[in-house]
């Protein structure tokens, strides 16, 4: 499965965005996916899974209660809607596809080219 982020932009800290995962040719009802996030010099970070079945969506302690990870099915997308948003935020946010362990995801599959968020102070 090849994915796509989109949504990312510039926004004041405590602002808001919505972050959408596509696929082309595959239907993600049948994959567990993740939201993971880059600051250059720095490696990938969990951030949110969704498995298949949506059970129990797990996210990464410095996001909870501030992100919700979601889908629309009708629109074959994966939503992160981002509120309370801070400087600590700011990277490039990736998408993937395989299997959810807690936040994170393995294996690992699919990453677009990622959209960027930037958080002004």
């Known amino acids: 499965v090849q994915l796509v982020e989109s949504g990312g932009g510039l926004v004041q800290a405590g602002g808001s965005l919505t972050l959408s995962c596509a696929a082309s040719r595959a239907d993600l009802d049948y994959y567990d996916i993740a939201w993971y996030r880059q600051v250059p010099g720095k490696e990938r970070e969990g951030v949110s899974c969704i498995s298949a079945d949506e059970h129990r969506p797990q996210y990464r302690d410095s996001v909870k209660g501030r992100f919700t990870i979601s889908r629309d099915n009708a629109k074959n997308l994966i939503i992160l809607q981002m509120n309370m948003l801070t400087p600590e935020d700011t990277a490039v946010y990736y998408c993937?596809?395989?299997?959810?362990?807690?936040?994170?995801?393995?294996?690992?599959?699919?990453w677009g080219q990622g959209t960027e968020v930037v958080v002004s102070s």
């Open positions: 993937g596809a395989g299997a959810c362990a807690g936040y994170n995801l393995w294996p690992q599959s699919g």
